[in-house]
């Protein structure tokens, strides 16, 4: 989970506290406040008023700065979520950015704002740099999908242009650096290239971004030039961009850094971005943008979930007293959510906040009226079964999460375009490692196999754990079953050794098995089998496809299988 630096006394004034306040915030009264965000408090210094706190939700990256903390309380105390009329910006712009074609297939997407009016303090440019990270690590996944740049507004004559350029054409000096290289020598030199280079690596041309005189802003998503580039203290006008390949999430982070800005003082004016062709919001975007949609949620559902029967507007008033714009009917509460979030993926998320917003301790609390004994369901009693005879038969143990992302459930593994490419996909992921459901143990076995090259030979490692299959025929167009995948690896891994593990533990098990031939693309031609127990499918087994191995790096021959537990456990 995030943990993020603040000082107490930034904190204050972002709150609305200036220091001549009689009523000095202390680090008690914010920890009584963290719940709001889900945070804890989790160190403090008295000398220097640094805070360390952790956001138990990953889902909130607009409250990973101090301005995002004291904007979501200072919306709770206040009752009332700020104005940011820069959202609504209907005139024509002066300043635009025209996005070069070509770009789709390298890095398409970007925005981008100018902040005026706030000198940056110390202390704004610390939480500058924090947020910038922050976005760009955690939910711009170390900046393949979002990366961030911040440059010097008065040096830049507009338009600017996100261009498509070959790495010896252009060159310029990068922050940390004294002498001007090629964007080539930058990739295989500069400690950022050497470490985000991998991004772009792979395409005869890169993309930078320059303004009208040429001058060069940056190569995102790799590092900013150090003349217009290197923010400093005393800078009262800003020109903030976003670049990635997930148009809403470069969008949702512009709108973050924007509504940041505009906190502490500064006075954001859009800026209109031109793309070649039309994006899913139009060809030109005017940024920062509300992308935000109203959704109805019916009352009795809430109270429902909440236990608690609740006036339509004592929902209406917990929900506006968390930031969302937010009206009733009789029956059902139109809710949006501020422009600054889009972690909105169910009605129970907007339960959660009502609940925040109203306080834990506002519901009281029900006895249980009846008294149960709990114990291991089957298949969990399956499950462990399998664990100790896999450790007996000398595998090791794993746990995976049950999260991926496509690339690794389906190209990786040969199954783009096949009757097996069909799995369930989170309808508004908030980063790409983990936008779908696994629906085989393989991929998360090979993963770790991936990382495990300097590990003696041989590698057997097993996991038991749970994957989501699509199903039509299901209410919720999918179902979710335990399996147990094993795979081996080393120079002399096959077929015949699978096999014997599988019957050894199958035997101990006693569950009769057969074994029929299966073309799969995963597995090399002829190499595969269908595990059939009393005439129904059990799992699969074969030796991994040489391309497989290939796409996961691993250099070692592998042989996996997998089973149903939850077949098993109907036994």
């Given at each position: 989970m995030p943990t993020i630096s603040i000082n107490l006394k930034d904190f204050a004034q972002l709150l609305g506290r200036p220091a001549s306040d009689n009523r000095p915030v202390t680090a008690e009264q914010l920890e009584a406040w963290l719940p709001l965000v889900k945070g804890e408090l989790k160190d403090q210094d008295a000398e220097t008023g640094e805070l360390r706190i952790e956001l138990q939700d990953s889902n909130r990256p607009d409250l990973w700065s101090c301005e995002g903390i004291a904007r979501q309380i200072r919306i709770k105390l206040e009752g009332a979520a700020p104005a940011y009329p820069f959202f609504q910006a209907a005139k024509d712009q002066k300043r635009r950015v025209q996005v070069a074609p070509g770009l789709e297939r390298v890095r398409p997407y970007l925005a981008a704002c100018v902040a005026n009016g706030y000198p940056v303090t110390e202390e704004a440019l610390t939480q500058l740099i924090q947020v910038?990270?922050?976005?760009?690590?955690?939910?711009?996944?170390?900046?393949?999908?979002?990366?961030?740049?911040?440059?010097?507004?008065?040096?830049?004559?507009?338009?600017?242009?996100?261009?498509?350029?070959?790495?010896?054409?252009?060159?310029?000096?990068?922050?940390?650096?004294?002498?001007?290289?090629?964007?080539?020598?930058?990739?295989?030199?500069?400690?950022?290239?050497?470490?985000?280079?991998?991004?772009?690596?792979?395409?005869?041309?890169?993309?930078?971004?320059?303004?009208?005189?040429g001058q060069v802003l940056s190569l995102p998503p790799i590092i900013n030039s150090r003349e217009i580039g290197e923010v400093r203290v005393g800078d009262q006008a800003l020109f903030v961009e976003v670049t990635g390949t997930d148009l809403l999430m470069v969008l949702l982070t512009l709108n973050i850094m924007a509504v940041n800005l505009a906190d502490r003082g500064a006075s954001i004016e859009p800026v209109d971005v031109v793309y070649p062709e039309a994006t899913d919001l139009g060809k030109t975007i005017r940024t920062p943008v509300d992308f935000g949609q109203a959704r109805s949620i019916p009352i009795k559902m809430i109270e429902a979930a909440l236990g608690q029967a609740l006036s339509a507007d004592q929902i209406r008033k917990a929900l506006l007293d968390y930031g969302y714009d937010a009206s009733v009917s009789r029956d059902n509460v139109s809710v949006k959510l501020p422009p600054y979030r889009n972690d909105l993926m169910h009605a129970v998320d907007v339960v959660e906040d009502v609940a925040i917003s109203r306080g834990y301790?506002?519901?009281?609390?029900?006895?249980?009226?009846?008294?149960?004994?709990?114990?291991?369901?089957?298949?969990?009693?399956?499950?462990?079964?399998?664990?100790?005879?896999?450790?007996?038969?000398?595998?090791?143990?794993?746990?995976?999460?049950?999260?991926?992302?496509?690339?690794?459930?389906?190209?990786?593994?040969?199954?783009?375009?096949?009757?097996?490419?069909?799995?369930?996909?989170?309808?508004?992921?908030?980063?790409?490692?983990?936008?779908?459901?696994?629906?085989?143990?393989?991929?998360?076995?090979?993963?770790?196999?991936?990382?495990?090259?300097?590990?003696?030979?041989?590698?057997?490692l097993f996991e038991v754990g749970e994957v989501a299959l699509f199903d039509p025929t299901n209410d919720a167009g999918s179902r979710t079953v335990m399996k147990l995948g094993a795979l081996i690896a080393h120079a002399s891994a096959n077929f015949s050794e699978a096999h014997s593990c599988l019957d050894l533990l199958l035997y101990y098990l006693d569950c009769p098995y057969q074994l029929e031939p299966l073309a799969h693309p995963s597995f090399l031609e002829g190499r595969a089998g269908r595990i059939l127990s009393q005439g129904r499918p059990l799992g699969l087994i074969g030796e991994l496809h040489p391309e497989v191995l290939e796409h996961w790096q691993v250099t070692m021959p592998s042989v996996v299988f997998e089973l149903e537990v939850d077949r098993l456990g109907e036994r």
């Open positions: 910038q990270e922050k976005l760009a690590d955690i939910f711009g996944r170390k900046r393949h999908t979002v990366s961030i740049g911040l440059y010097r507004l008065p040096a830049i004559v507009f338009p600017v242009t996100y261009d498509l350029v070959k790495p010896d054409e252009v060159r310029f000096t990068p922050l940390g650096f004294e002498e001007k290289m090629s964007l080539r020598e930058i990739l295989a030199v500069h400690p950022k290239g050497l470490e985000y280079g991998p991004i772009i690596a792979g395409h005869e041309r890169v993309p930078i971004l320059h303004d009208a005189e301790s506002d519901f009281s609390p029900v006895m249980p009226s009846q008294f149960t004994v709990g114990s291991l369901s089957r298949v969990e009693q399956v499950s462990d079964r399998l664990r100790d005879l896999m450790v007996g038969i000398g595998f090791q143990e794993i746990i995976s999460n049950i999260m991926a992302s496509r690339p690794e459930l389906i190209d990786r593994m040969r199954l783009a375009g096949t009757e097996w490419d069909r799995i369930v996909e989170v309808e508004n992921a908030m980063t790409q490692t983990f936008s779908c459901l696994r629906q085989a143990i393989t991929p998360s076995l090979l993963k770790v196999e991936a990382a495990s090259s300097r590990s003696f030979y041989p590698h057997r």
